[in-house]
């Protein structure tokens, strides 16, 4: 506003500066053409000159020259350019007033957003944490969930294993299983078998057998207890010279029960497969305690109770021992 304030207001003004710019400019060419050669002042050139310095008319007449007019419109030219480049300085130093007083509202108002998204992130670092420890649990290996659990898995690293209660074949998995643990783990230290069982099913003892032939290392046997039927031919099975009993333990051996039901063929089936067993059973012994196929078939004939002395006199283990420092020695 003050711009065009300036330039109606002062316009006559800026005119008439212009005109007498305009004719300083036609009396500076008119004294300078007196200078060049041939040039006079006349009787005749002496009013114009006057007249020129007076009313700003040339000797050409009334008109103004076309380089008057230019000036001029440099003259206002550089007024209006600044008056222009002034006003601007005004109006930009007071702009960032209000800018400023604008923006406190905008920086203000962001925030309060800015903190719900930074919390999610640290919230979501705890359920990290919290299912670390699960992960700590599940490393650490439960070997033991009582008491004597945890004593028999101490000594499992002692290479002690143990058979207690009937031979089945939920006890006879568990009993392979560390037999070929221990076989993987060192093939050359001997496994020791503590047998308290008064037998079982024949065939989930046959696996146990087999599995003890099977592994490399020698597998001593010690009897505590008492060990009957199938568990007296596990107890004759181990390692020639290193078959203990401890004073007071029983040892028993009979021949296999059967119940056997149904058709008469099928009674006959099932018997050739009970005579088949019994022959197994009595040729493990004969192998393991020497004694003959007689003497072995008469003692399976009923059952044969045995305490230490007589099960190491049967053959049917190789020493009566007390201490367990005795064991390993011959």
């Known amino acids: 506003p003050s711009i ?3 330039a109606h207001h002062h316009l006559f003004t800026m005119f008439r500066v212009c005109q007498v710019v305009g004719r300083g400019a ?3 060419r008119w004294l300078v053409g007196l200078h060049t050669p041939g040039a006079a002042v006349t009787p005749n050139t002496a009013p114009a000159l006057r007249r020129g310095f007076a009313g700003g008319l040339s000797e050409h007449g009334t008109s103004m020259k076309w380089q008057s007019v230019a000036v001029g419109a440099a003259a206002i030219a550089v007024a209006y350019e600044g008056a222009r480049l002034w006003e601007p300085k005004t109006a930009h130093a007071e702009a960032p007033k209000q800018c400023n007083t604008a923006t406190p509202p905008v920086t203000t108002s962001p925030p309060p957003p800015a903190t719900p998204t930074t919390e ?3 919230d979501e670092k705890p359920p990290s944490t919290e299912t670390k420890p699960p992960e700590k649990k599940t490393q650490v290996p439960a070997v033991a969930k009582s008491e004597p659990e945890l004593f028999f898995a101490q000594l499992l690293s002692q290479r002690r294993v143990f058979l207690n209660g009937r031979v089945d074949d939920k006890s006879a998995h568990a009993l392979i299983g560390k037999l070929l643990f221990l076989d993987q783990v060192d093939p050359t230290t001997p496994i020791v078998l503590y047998i308290n069982s008064g037998g079982g099913v024949v065939t989930a003892g046959l696996a146990i057998y087999d599995v003890m032939m099977h592994v490399c290392p020698p597998v001593y046997t010690v009897c505590i207890g008492h ?6 031919v596990l107890l004759s099975a181990g390692a020639p010279g290193f078959r203990y009993v401890l004073p007071n333990a029983r040892v028993m051996i009979h021949q296999p029960h059967h119940v056997i039901s149904g058709q008469t063929s099928d009674i006959l089936i099932k018997s050739k497969k009970a005579e088949r067993t019994r022959k197994s059973l009595a040729d493990i012994l004969v192998k393991h305690t020497g004694r003959s196929d007689k003497e072995v078939g008469d003692a399976l004939e009923r ?3 045995m305490s230490a002395s007589e099960a190491v006199g049967f053959g ?5 021992i007390v201490s367990v420092g005795e064991i390993g020695g011959k």
């Not at 049917?316 to 009566?320: A, C, H, L, M, S």
Request: charged fraction near 30%; avoid cysteine.
């Open 26 to 28: 036609s009396r500076s």
């Open 227 to 232: 060990a009957e039927s199938m568990a007296a």
């Open 4 to 6: 065009y304030f300036f």
């Open 120 to 122: 999610p992130k640290n």
């Open 316 to 320: 049917i283990v190789d020493r009566e």
């Open 303 to 305: 059952d044969t109770y």
